[in-house]
């Protein structure tokens, strides 16, 4: 049955296989443009200063203890599942205020992964632009938020919470899209997208 959206907040506490609707979003701020970034302004990822390059843009800094965050077993058999309306250009835009929420909330950004169905989130796009090794090399760090393409999530490591920007392509590659990133989902799944198109694939999925 379609979903009756409610308040838009992410919570942890159920567990399985469920969908819990979230709605009421305020409309996003634009995501930055890359600008120069300064040699005092390290990448995320690498320590000390470096050579000046463009700031990734939608990343926002996030502060960590200094050590990797390694992705933490929760429940991975029975992730709880919320859907976020939003139609297949405002879906990158609710992604990053899930980010958001989850991080204020406390979750370290080590246990975020964000994959898109369509086009590649910014962040990813410029941080492959300087080459697939140093991209899966932030990848490997697992100290920070990543973002990568539905394509490749057989590559990705499990993380606590999985983030599907619904942004592009349909049938086949969203539900292939769901299904990976329901099996490296720990505690909860997230899907950012037009909830009919959802729930008809979780549903054929379930």
Same mark, same amino acid.
């Given at each position: 049955m379609p979903l009756i959206p409610e308040e838009p907040q992410i919570h942890e506490s159920v567990q399985g296989p469920r969908v819990t609707p979230a709605a009421g979003r305020t409309a996003s701020t634009p995501r930055?443009?890359?600008?120069? !970034?300064?040699?005092?302004?390290?990448?995320?990822?690498?320590?000390? $200063?470096?050579?000046?390059?463009?700031? $990734?843009?939608?990343? !926002? $800094?996030?502060?960590?203890?200094g050590q990797p965050q390694e992705a933490r077993p929760e429940n991975r058999s029975a992730p709880q599942i919320q859907l976020i309306p939003a139609s297949a250009a405002g879906a990158l835009d609710a992604a990053d205020e899930a980010v958001d929420l989850l991080l204020d909330s406390g979750r370290a950004p080590g246990d975020i992964l964000v994959l898109t169905t369509g086009e590649q989130h910014p962040w990813a796009a410029h941080e492959l632009s300087f080459g697939e090794a140093a991209y899966w090399a932030q990848h490997e760090a697992g100290d920070d938020v990543f973002y990568a393409g539905a394509a490749v999530t057989e590559r990705?490591?499990? !993380?606590?919470?999985?983030?599907?920007?619904? @942004?592009g392509d349909g049938g086949d590659a969203v539900a292939g899209a769901l299904s990976g990133a329901r099996?490296?989902?720990?505690?909860?799944?997230?899907?950012?997208?037009? $909830?009919?198109?959802? @729930?008809?694939?979780?549903?054929a999925d379930a």
């Open positions: 930055p443009v890359p600008g120069p !970034r300064s040699a005092a302004m390290p990448r995320p990822g690498r320590p000390g $200063p470096g050579p000046a390059r463009p700031a $990734p843009p939608a990343q !926002r $800094p996030h502060s960590t203890s990705v490591k499990p !993380r606590p919470v999985v983030i599907v920007a619904v @942004n099996e490296r989902s720990g505690a909860l799944l997230i899907v950012c997208g037009d $909830p009919q198109t959802i @729930n008809t694939v979780l549903g």
